[in-house]
């Protein structure tokens, strides 16, 4: 869902000019004449990594007579109605004006958030406009340039925190089920574990097995959250490969964790972390789905503790940038490990909605930055500037660094790793997106 934001002012402030510059297109006309732009006018739009459905609001025809503020009122007010966000742009080199005031009022009555910019402001030629701004009772203005593109960062900035639901169409916890994906290989333990999940016999395991060919949704309760569980391809092909050696189909596997919002990657205590659980568990995460490791049939560990141990070191070896997702142990035939399990589930699926607080990344930043500051590249020192979250399921991050397209991985890695850590975001795929802070919306993202 793109973002709609309503472009407001009076004639001659810059709407237009800045619209086109966010549509990447010259789709609006703009001249020197005040209201040229007759009509309302939608385009798709991008600034950062927001998708922007732009509204511009009409040019007032030059007349100054008492139909002109009506009409302007009229545009306005249905642009307002329309948008999710209102910005306001006034002519910083023409310092505030009436009607830039009549404007003010309009929009301070909306509940809708409202973006004052001054407009122009390239040079020093826009500084008392911008001082005088602050008047308008609209919040601290930004200084922005639409003709040369400056503050557009700081617009961004503006828009993700104005509106920091920019991009997620989910709905709240809690009213619908949380569907859990059931991966694995072959044997691992995964029809014993959605048997005692649903807690009656609905999927047939064990030699008879071949009763279930078709996909299947079951549905349960746990702990007053409802759950969907899907029928693993792997369970299914059960029936057709009986005896033989069973393969693991990797398409099957994506299916099901395209369909999971959290993975239950079950293995097999004894041969856990092999090569395909490392595949399955890279497709997880690159998926974005929350990641959950089950260590299946655990009542036949030698040495409980030892085997634990054991299997953690061997998931921070293989798998570093994923050994935050949680371990858990279950013994699915004598129904021990469960609770523990969908606490887990539960919990994965929280941190993957999560929603930090920009001020509080803000802050965690500076922190992260002094404790071990980024390397310079070719003796020019990278310098993070800001970082807003813009997404969740999974969180995802965008960061504006100077030389942002020059930050090292292993940096990346360690911004991923802090917010991990310091937001207690657990087994939930984080991502962070890099960009150059001057121009936030040239492609040059270092993603994922
Ligand atoms: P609108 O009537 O609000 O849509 O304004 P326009 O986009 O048509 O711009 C009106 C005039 O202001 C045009 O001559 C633009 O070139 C000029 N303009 C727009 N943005 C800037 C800017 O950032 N700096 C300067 N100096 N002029 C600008
Ligand atoms: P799937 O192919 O991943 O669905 O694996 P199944 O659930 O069919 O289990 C494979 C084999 O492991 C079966 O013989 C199960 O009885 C056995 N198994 C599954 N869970 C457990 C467990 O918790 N403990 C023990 N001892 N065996 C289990």
Not at 39 to 48: E, F, P, S, T, Y
Not at 353 to 360: F, H, I, L, Q, S
Not at 366 to 388: C, L, N, Q, S
Request: hydrophobic share 40%; net charge neutral; glycine share 8%.
């Amino acid at each position: 869902m793109p973002l709609k934001l309503a472009i407001v002012g009076r004639p001659n402030v810059g709407k237009s000019t800045l619209f086109n510059r966010l549509a990447g297109a010259k789709l609006a006309i703009v001249d020197a004449t005040p209201g040229v732009t007759r009509d309302r006018k939608h385009a798709k739009g991008r600034l950062g990594d927001l998708d922007l459905e732009l509204i511009d609001t009409a040019g007032f025809e030059d007349v100054h007579d008492s139909s002109l503020e009506a009409r302007m009122r009229e545009q306005t007010e249905a642009a307002i109605a329309e948008a999710d966000v209102i910005l306001f742009l006034i002519d910083a080199r023409a310092g505030i004006t009436p009607l830039d005031e009549h404007f003010a009022s309009l929009l301070r009555r909306t509940d809708k958030p409202v973006i004052l910019a001054a407009n122009k402001c390239e040079g020093s030629a826009g500084n008392a406009g911008v001082y005088e701004s602050f008047s308008l009772g609209l919040g601290d203005p930004l200084a922005i340039s639409a003709e040369e593109g400056d503050g557009l960062s700081d617009l961004f900035q503006a828009l993700v925190q104005a509106v920091p639901d920019a991009e997620t169409d989910e709905a709240p916890l809690g009213d619908k089920p949380i569907k859990l994906a059931i991966i694995g290989r072959p044997n691992a333990g995964k029809s014993t574990l959605v048997n005692a999940l649903l807690g009656e016999d609905r999927m047939l395991t064990g030699p008879e097995a071949g009763i279930t060919r078709d996909a299947i949704s079951a549905f349960f309760d746990w702990g007053g959250q409802r759950y969907e569980l899907v029928d693993t391809a792997g369970v299914r092909r059960k029936a057709k490969v009986e005896g033989k050696l069973e393969q693991l189909s990797v398409m099957d596997s994506i299916r099901s964790i395209r369909f999971g919002q959290v993975c239950a990657l079950v293995m097999d205590q004894a041969e856990a972390f092999e090569k395909q659980d490392l595949v399955l568990a890279d497709l997880i995460s690159r998926e974005g789905r929350a990641l959950i490791f089950v260590l299946a049939k655990w009542d036949q560990a030698k040495d409980g503790n030892a085997r634990f141990k054991e299997l953690k070191e061997r998931l921070e070896d293989a798998l570093p940038q994923l050994s935050g997702s949680p371990l858990v142990r279950v013994s699915a035939l004598g129904g021990q490990g469960l609770e523990k399990l969908m606490a887990a589930v539960s919990e994965a699926h929280r941190d993957w909605n999560a929603r930090v607080k920009t001020p509080d990344l803000n802050r965690w930043l500076r922190h992260a930055i002094e404790k071990h500051p980024p390397p310079a590249v070719h003796g020019r020192p990278i310098k993070p500037r800001y970082i807003a979250q813009i997404k969740s399921r999974p969180p995802t991050f965008v960061l504006m660094s100077s030389r942002g397209t020059e930050l090292p991985e292993h940096y990346r890695r360690y911004l991923i790793n802090g917010i991990r850590d310091a937001f207690k975001l657990g087994g939930a795929a984080i991502r962070l997106i890099v960009r150059e802070s001057r121009n936030p919306y040239a492609d040059e993202s270092a993603e994922r």
